[in-house]
C-alpha cells in the first residue's frame, strides 16, 4: 500500500473543494495539497450544466474553474478519478479504492451530495439519467435533439431549468412533481402559478400532483406510468428530484452527522483536525439564528473558502449569508437568506409575478427575500435581513428597488 503524507486533505472535486485551496494558499503558500476528487474532469462550475450551457452563453471549455496550470502553481497534487473510501482518525489516514492511503496533517471533507434516486419499478434503467454531473450533460446533451421528446421528473430548481432548457431546445417537455404547482415549496402561491401558466405557454406539459409509478424500456425509448394512470413516451428521462448530503465517508471516521456533517462556526467537524464545507456541510448561520444545510454556488464558494483558511489557521468564524439564483425561461432571480413559501411572505410588485421583490417574514421580522427580475441589490436584501428588526408591510413597499 502506497502512502503520501500531506499537510492538507481535500476530499471532493467541486467548488467548495476548489476554493479551499485558495483559502489555503491566503494563509500557507508552502504546505503540501492533495485534492482527491472521484469525477474524472478537473473541478467545474456545476450551474452551467442546467443554464448557460443549454442556451449557448458558455461552452464546456468555460465552466472548468481553473485549468492545470493553476493546480501546477500552487504546488498541488491531483487524484482525478480516485475515491476516498475510509479515514482513520487516529492515524490520520484517508484510503482510497485503489489501495493507496494519504496521510493528513488538515483534512477538509467536501464531498457534496448524491442524487436522490427514484426507488419504483424501473428507477435504475440504463439511460435514466438522475442529473448532477458534466457526464450527465454531456450524455443529455448528445440525446436532446430537437424534435425529441423528454419526461421531467421534479418540480423543483433542477427540474424546472432543465425543462426549460430542454424546451428552448425544441424538444417536447412533459414535468411530473407532486406538488400542486411548479416550485411550490419557494414560490408564493399565485408566483408558483403564474410561473408554471408561463411553462405551459411555452409548450411544457404538466403533470402536477402526481409521480411516475413505472419505468419501462420501448426499444430505445422509455414508457413512464404515472400513479394517476397516465402514459408518456420519450427519448429521454430526468431525474431532479434533490440530492442528499454525501456522508458516508464522514461515518467511517464516526463524525457527527445530522442533516449532513455537523460542523461548528469554524467549520471543524466534531474532530477538530477534520474540517467540511459546501452541500454536505450543517452550520450553524449566525444571520439565521439555527444551523441549515445550504445546497447552493454561493455557499460552496465562499464556505469552501473559509474552510481552507482556517486549516491554514485562520481561526475566523464563517457568518456569510450566501445567496442562489436561477433562470426560468424570461424569469430570472436571486434570493439570499431563508426562502420558504411556508412562511408569511410580503410581495413588492412592480411588475406583477414578472419583476419585483418578495419578502419571507418571521414575527414581523425578514428571514429571507428573493429578488425577481431585480438585480444589483443582493446587498441591501442582506442587510436587512442582518438589521434582524421588526418592519411593517407598509415600511417594505420600496424598500428595494
Same mark, same amino acid.
Given at each position: 500500500m502506497a502512502r503520501d503524507n500531506y499537510n492538507f486533505v481535500i476530499v471532493g472535486g467541486?467548488?467548495?473543494?476548489?476554493?479551499?485551496?485558495?483559502?489555503?494558499?491566503?494563509?500557507?503558500?508552502?504546505?503540501?495539497?492533495?485534492?482527491?476528487? &472521484?469525477?474524472?474532469? #478537473?473541478? !467545474?462550475?456545476?450551474?452551467?450544466?442546467?443554464? &448557460? #450551457?443549454?442556451?449557448?452563453? &458558455?461552452?464546456?471549455?468555460?465552466?472548468?474553474?481553473?485549468?492545470? =496550470?493553476?493546480?501546477?502553481?500552487?504546488?498541488?497534487?491531483? &487524484?482525478?478519478?480516485?475515491?476516498?473510501?475510509?479515514?482513520?482518525?487516529?492515524?490520520?489516514?484517508?484510503?482510497?479504492?485503489?489501495?493507496? =492511503?494519504?496521510? !493528513?496533517?488538515? /483534512?477538509?471533507?467536501?464531498?457534496?451530495?448524491?442524487?436522490?434516486? /427514484? $426507488?419504483?419499478?424501473?428507477?435504475?434503467?440504463?439511460?435514466?439519467?438522475?442529473?448532477?454531473?458534466?457526464?450527465? !450533460?454531456?450524455?443529455? *446533451?448528445?440525446?436532446? =435533439?430537437?424534435?425529441?421528446?423528454?419526461?421531467?421528473?421534479?418540480?423543483?430548481?433542477?427540474?424546472?431549468?432543465?425543462?426549460?432548457?430542454?424546451?428552448?431546445?425544441? #424538444?417536447e417537455v412533459t414535468m411530473i412533481f407532486p406538488e400542486d404547482s411548479l416550485c411550490q415549496l419557494v414560490f408564493p402561491a399565485t408566483l408558483s402559478l403564474a410561473v408554471q401558466a408561463h411553462f405551459i405557454e411555452r409548450g411544457v406539459r404538466i403533470l402536477a400532483g402526481d409521480k411516475p409509478a413505472l419505468f419501462s424500456r420501448q426499444g430505445q425509448r422509455f414508457l413512464t406510468r404515472t400513479e394517476k394512470g397516465v402514459e408518456i413516451t420519450s427519448d429521454i428521462v430526468i431525474a431532479g428530484i434533490g440530492i442528499q448530503p454525501e456522508t458516508a465517508l464522514a461515518a467511517t471516521a464516526q463524525l457527527e452527522i445530522k442533516n449532513g456533517i455537523v460542523v461548528n462556526e469554524y467549520l471543524q467537524t466534531s474532530n477538530s483536525d477534520i474540517y467540511a464545507a459546501g452541500d454536505n456541510a450543517f452550520f450553524p448561520s449566525k444571520a439565521l439564528g439555527k444551523r441549515v444545510r445550504m445546497e447552493h454556488w454561493d455557499n460552496a464558494l465562499n464556505q469552501g473558502k473559509q474552510a481552507g483558511r482556517n486549516m491554514a489557521g485562520a481561526a475566523k468564524p464563517y457568518d456569510y449569508l450566501p445567496y442562489f439564483f436561477s433562470d426560468l425561461f424570461e424569469f430570472g432571480y436571486e434570493a439570499v437568506g431563508e426562502v420558504d413559501? *411556508?412562511?408569511?411572505?410580503? $410581495?413588492?410588485?412592480?411588475?406583477?409575478?414578472?419583476?419585483?421583490?418578495?419578502?419571507?417574514?418571521?414575527?414581523?421580522?425578514?428571514?429571507?427575500?428573493?429578488?425577481?427580475?431585480?438585480?444589483g441589490k443582493l446587498d441591501m436584501a442582506r442587510e436587512l435581513i442582518l438589521k434582524n428588526a421588526s418592519i411593517s408591510e407598509a415600511q417594505l413597499c420600496g424598500t428595494i428597488r
Open positions: 467541486g467548488l467548495a473543494g476548489d476554493s479551499a485551496i485558495e483559502g489555503i494558499r491566503e494563509m500557507n503558500t508552502a504546505g503540501s495539497i492533495l485534492l482527491i476528487s &472521484k469525477e474524472d474532469s #478537473l473541478p !467545474y462550475d456545476r450551474p452551467p450544466l442546467t443554464k &448557460k #450551457l443549454w442556451f449557448g452563453k &458558455k461552452h464546456v471549455d468555460d465552466i472548468f474553474l481553473h485549468d492545470l =496550470a493553476f493546480y501546477y502553481a500552487h504546488h498541488l497534487d491531483l &487524484k482525478l478519478g480516485i475515491t476516498a473510501m475510509r479515514i482513520d482518525p487516529s492515524r490520520k489516514i484517508v484510503a482510497d479504492n485503489t489501495g493507496n =492511503a494519504y496521510h !493528513y496533517d488538515k /483534512l477538509l471533507l467536501a464531498t457534496g451530495g448524491e442524487p436522490r434516486r /427514484l $426507488t419504483i419499478p424501473g428507477g435504475a434503467l440504463d439511460g435514466i439519467c438522475y442529473y448532477r454531473t458534466l457526464d450527465d !450533460y454531456e450524455a443529455t *446533451r448528445t440525446r436532446a =435533439a430537437h424534435g425529441k421528446s423528454a419526461v421531467i421528473i421534479g418540480g423543483g430548481f433542477i427540474g424546472s431549468e432543465m425543462a426549460a432548457a430542454l424546451c428552448v431546445n425544441g #424538444l413559501a *411556508r412562511l408569511k411572505t410580503v $410581495t413588492d410588485w412592480q411588475e406583477e409575478n414578472r419583476k419585483g421583490v418578495i419578502y419571507y417574514l418571521i414575527e414581523d421580522r425578514i428571514r429571507g427575500v428573493m429578488l425577481c427580475n431585480v438585480w
